[in-house]
């Protein structure tokens, strides 16, 4: 049996569609259900935590003591350090720490990324990996150090980049719809993307952002390099800014090729749509 907390979530619905179709039974606990999270956590083999990113260490103290030791306790939170030493300190059963790399709303699961970061408990852990591998997902193991490390790249700064574009759009004073009347397919992307972010939730990437622990240093470099680059434009320092491309372009390396590539097949079923 498989408990999940905050399944009425986007992400909790996911999971229990997840692990229904694979066999287990499912328990849904949340604020609104009849069956507690406590209740479930008691009766389930396997618990499940999918909560807002605020609130998992509070939920995970809540209801790690009433985890079965032989059962196994995970979450499904975009940070990992916190969590992660929530449920080892919370509980004695067996503990892995997830974070799904993908939305809710995706179309399939197949080819889609899971995080884990083990915990506690080698046999779960086993059963969790085939459980994933049977859905067509690949996983990425870490620890939540490195995890929360990399994903400050992957998921805060360009989060936060977006925000600054969105911000700067807002208040530079000129109108959207004027904008779009000399778009170019680059402009538009970009575009697509920051309205996207800004249609969802606040607080989930308020969350994202202001729960990681490298935070502060990952926004920092951003805002460092984006002073750097303001003032090479302002002095009008051309070999500054060849020096500065040089240095980026070498850092991407062989990468460049295939984003190319990659991006050109972006730009064509973009110019295809509109």
């Known amino acids: 049996t498989v408990a999940i907390v905050g399944g009425k979530g986007g992400m909790g619905r996911c999971l229990a569609q997840l692990f229904a179709d694979l066999g287990p039974a499912v328990l849904i606990a949340d604020l609104d259900t009849e069956l507690t999270p406590e209740q479930a956590a008691a009766l389930a083999d396997v618990v499940v935590i999918s909560v807002p990113i605020d609130v998992t260490e509070a939920v995970i103290r809540q209801v790690g003591p009433r985890v079965r030791p032989g059962a196994l306790l995970m979450d499904v939170t975009s940070v990992k350090t916190g969590p992660m030493a929530a449920m080892l300190a919370s509980s004695s059963a067996s503990v892995v720490g997830t974070h799904p790399l993908f939305g809710p709303t995706v179309h399939s699961l197949q080819g889609q990324r899971v995080a884990l970061t083990p915990g506690r408990g080698d046999e779960w852990l086993a059963w969790l990996r085939g459980m994933l591998h049977a859905r067509g997902l690949e996983l990425v193991e870490t620890t939540p150090a490195d995890h929360d490390r990399v994903m400050a790249v992957v998921q805060v700064l360009t989060h936060f980049t ?33 309205a996207r972010h800004f249609a969802q939730s606040p607080d989930l990437y308020a969350s ?46 062989a990468f460049t090729q295939p984003a190319l590539a990659q991006s050109d097949f972006l730009i064509d079923r973009l110019v295809e749509r509109t």
């Open 208 to 253: 994202i952002q202001m729960r990681n622990p490298q935070t502060p240093a990952v926004t920092a470099a951003f805002v460092q390099a984006a002073e750097t680059l303001r003032t090479i434009a302002q002095e009008q320092d051309y070999d500054a800014f060849r020096a500065l491309f040089d240095e980026v372009r070498a850092h991407f390396g």
């Open 162 to 194: 977006t925000e600054v574009m969105g911000r700067t759009l807002a208040t530079l004073g000129v109108p959207l719809e004027q904008t779009l009347r000399f778009m170019s397919p680059i402009y538009l992307i970009d575009l697509l993307l920051t």
